[in-house]
């Protein structure tokens, strides 16, 4: 038996938005490369992302800007804040096997005074949401490097698990580190739903409590 996932159809495949309660994804415009070479280009935002040692050249920017952002090979997504509209980031869906329901994740928070705000983590669960209920997936899966451990923290909220490591597979920072395979299954990802309060349920219960503190 071949498993094909069922809902593959190109314009589920590349939604022009998805809402989140912090960020709002939208399809990349070409505008965005102003952006991306500012990202890539910054040795803090290269150490967590590449696997050279050191940012990105202007021309690789370009290349990968038009490949893999605007190109359709890969679902790539602006990272927008929800509040104010400003860009921080971009996250995609690559490398779809459509036979066994399963595709890569990757995401970049490139605006740093961005990280440590929750962005990344309400992408994340925005996209896999997607991939499960819009496009059927069974897997989805995603490489990170061991001393990105704010990414790790995001990940294993949204439900990834660690399945497997390279050994000393990264140099950095004068020694070696391990990069972490991860994946989320949507069996698992269904689970989680039944587990979890969702946004409004949360919402809610913080009004409650703030009504409780009042009085």
Request: glycine share 8%; hydrophobic share 40%.
């Amino acid at each position: 038996m071949v498993y094909r996932a069922s809902a593959m159809a190109r314009g589920s495949w590349f939604p022009e938005s998805l809402d989140g309660r912090l960020v709002v994804l939208r399809r990349h415009v070409p505008a965005n490369l102003r952006a991306f070479r500012r990202w890539y280009a910054d040795p803090e935002v290269a150490r967590l992302t590449r696997y050279q040692d050191g940012p990105m050249r202007t021309e690789e920017i370009q290349r990968f800007f038009e490949a893999r952002v605007l190109g359709r090979d890969s679902m790539a997504m602006a990272v927008h804040v929800r509040s104010t509209g400003r860009l921080v980031g971009t996250c995609a869906f690559s490398q779809l096997d459509a036979d066994n329901g399963s595709a890569l994740y990757h995401i970049t928070i490139g605006e740093k005074d961005a990280w440590g705000h929750g962005y990344g983590t309400d992408a994340t669960r925005l996209m896999v949401r997607h991939g499960f209920d819009t496009l059927g997936l069974h897997r989805i899966a995603l490489a990170v490097f061991e001393f990105n451990e704010r990414a790790i923290r995001s990940y294993l909220s949204t439900g990834f698990l660690v399945e497997g490591r390279a050994r000393e597979a990264i140099w950095r920072d004068g020694r070696w580190w391990d990069e972490l395979t991860m994946s989320l299954l949507e069996s698992e990802w269904r689970k989680l739903q039944t587990l979890e309060p969702d946004e409004d349920q949360r919402e809610d219960a913080r009004l409650a409590g703030s009504a409780v503190v009042a009085r």
